[in-house]
């Protein structure tokens, strides 16, 4: 996945440069469209500012999935879970202190997935949303208070799918978009994201 951060405050500027990311997903899904998974996800930049700021984002979640489906011409996902999350903004002057740092922050996770039925071939439209509100500790300088924050995610893209002698292969390009947000040292700290990325799943 390639992103890069946008102005969520009109007071803030941002630069146009990219940076890659990392999602991985590993999973265990039964007959009856129940899925246990795990998911990582990492992006990290620095000059992603034009105050020239190094971002760390990072999430780790435990998911617990069913399907069902809706209407004629589409199949759903409802996912619930929990997640971990990092989230850190610092000056890259070297000693600087962060100007944001989420750290070790636990909370609940909440995801839906929609996937056309084929509309040109094997080619299925698929659209998610996911939103986490994180619970943890903030640290100002060398004190950590009690703080939260939380994470949207959109995405829309088209997946395509073949059955293989290793099983089904799934390939989705996609577009999506992040909103981090959550109050820091009294005020508004929001980050957002914006790009594209490759899906490439195996199901056995």
């Known amino acids: ?39 990582f996800f990492e ?18 979640d435990t998911e617990y999935a069913g399907r069902f489906d809706l209407g004629r011409n589409w199949d759903g996902e409802l996912s619930l879970g929990v997640r971990y999350a990092e989230f850190r903004k610092t000056e890259s002057e070297v000693g600087s202190e962060p100007d944001v740092d989420f750290e070790k922050s636990l909370g609940p996770v909440l995801g839906l997935l929609l996937k056309s039925r084929p ?16 619970f943890g500790k903030a640290a100002n300088g060398s004190d950590f208070d009690v703080a939260s924050f939380s994470v949207t995610e959109l995405q829309i893209g088209m997946e395509l799918s073949r ?25 508004d700290e929001d980050l957002g994201l914006i790009g594209m990325g490759m899906l490439l799943q195996v199901s056995r």
């Open 119 to 134: 509309i040109i071939g094997q080619a299925r439209l698929v659209g998610s949303a996911r939103y986490a509100h994180q």
């Open 43 to 60: 992006w990290d930049t620095d000059a992603g500012t034009t105050t020239d700021e190094d971002t760390d984002l990072l999430c780790f």
């Open 1 to 39: 996945m390639w992103f890069r951060p946008h102005a969520t405050d009109p007071d803030t500027g941002v630069s146009t440069r990219w940076s890659d990311a990392s999602r991985f997903t590993v999973g265990y899904l039964n007959e009856c469209g129940q899925e246990l998974r795990v998911r």
């Open 163 to 187: 059955e293989t002698r290793l099983g089904r292969i799934d390939f989705r390009p996609f577009f999506e978009a992040q909103k981090w947000s959550g109050d820091y040292d009294g005020q």
